[in-house]
């Protein structure tokens, strides 16, 4: 792809696969285009590594934020199920949200806990809302060490952040799926390594090897839930996409 931004005429030019199309530069269609871009050249640069939560380094986009923010304060879940621990900025995001609520706690699963991260969440404010487990999201006995944490009639949230290969995010789809609850969603996170195979710090494989794919498929095989963009509470513009790390990430159970 090829893209001509003009700022003196007001206007982007994209030629694609032969094809040329032209619009006014402050436009929805500019505004897209130039994010998708944004987003390449923003995660090749490590601008999702420069932020942090609560004092825990929180490696996600900021909108990808506020946006599950949106979704946390709707539903209002008992138990919000992380898989992928890492600093713990998400761990603190979520239990901060649960505190400010009046209501949820957090259980945090990863393969490995590094003792300098888990003694951060561990000595932190909201350690008290934070379950800990180690081991591979995946394995049988941890998952169901998870549903031990879930009590009946309780609202579930899942969050997969852990290995983001389609094999393991397909695995992780099957095996935390039935604890989320009607109008609640499982959430596969990182989709974005889909378009993000072609930049420096890509992979070309991440073309078809990414948690998006995985979770179409599950869609697809899984009528139960459905793949959508959840909707914004506010919105004044005339957009109507996230400018996201997450794409089709969200799955809501009927």
Not at 154 to 182: G, M, P, R, W
Request: proline share 5%; hydrophobic share 40%.
């Amino acid at each position: 792809m090829k893209m001509e931004i003009n700022t003196i005429d007001a206007t982007v030019r994209i030629n694609e696969q032969g094809e040329s199309r032209e619009y006014p530069l402050y436009s929805r269609e500019s505004f897209e285009a130039l994010s998708h871009v944004w987003l390449k050249v923003g995660w090749n640069e490590k601008y999702p590594y420069t932020f942090s939560w609560l004092g825990r380094p929180l490696i996600q986009l900021p909108e990808d934020v506020l946006r599950i923010q949106e979704v946390i304060y709707r539903i209002k879940p008992d138990l919000i199920i992380e898989t992928g621990v890492a600093h713990g900025g998400s761990l603190m995001l979520y239990a901060s949200l649960c505190k400010a609520m009046g209501k949820g706690r957090v259980v945090g699963i990863d393969i490995e806990i590094r003792k300098h991260n888990r003694a951060a969440i561990e000595a932190h404010e909201l350690s008290s809302s934070i379950t800990l487990i180690e081991g591979s999201s995946i394995d049988p006995k941890i998952v169901a060490d998870v549903a031990k944490h879930i009590m009946p009639g309780e609202t579930v949230l899942v969050i997969l952040d852990s290995n983001h290969t389609k094999n393991h995010v397909a695995q992780e789809l099957e095996a935390y799926s039935h604890f989320v609850t009607k109008g609640s969603y499982i959430v596969a996170t990182d989709g974005s390594m889909e378009f993000l195979n072609d930049v420096p710090r890509g992979t070309t494989t991440w073309n078809t090897d990414n948690p998006a794919a995985a979770a179409r498929e599950f869609a697809e095989k899984h009528p139960e839930f459905i793949l959508e963009q959840p909707t914004w509470p506010f919105n004044e513009s005339s957009l109507n996409k996230n400018i996201t790390h997450w794409p089709s990430a969200w799955l809501r159970r009927k």
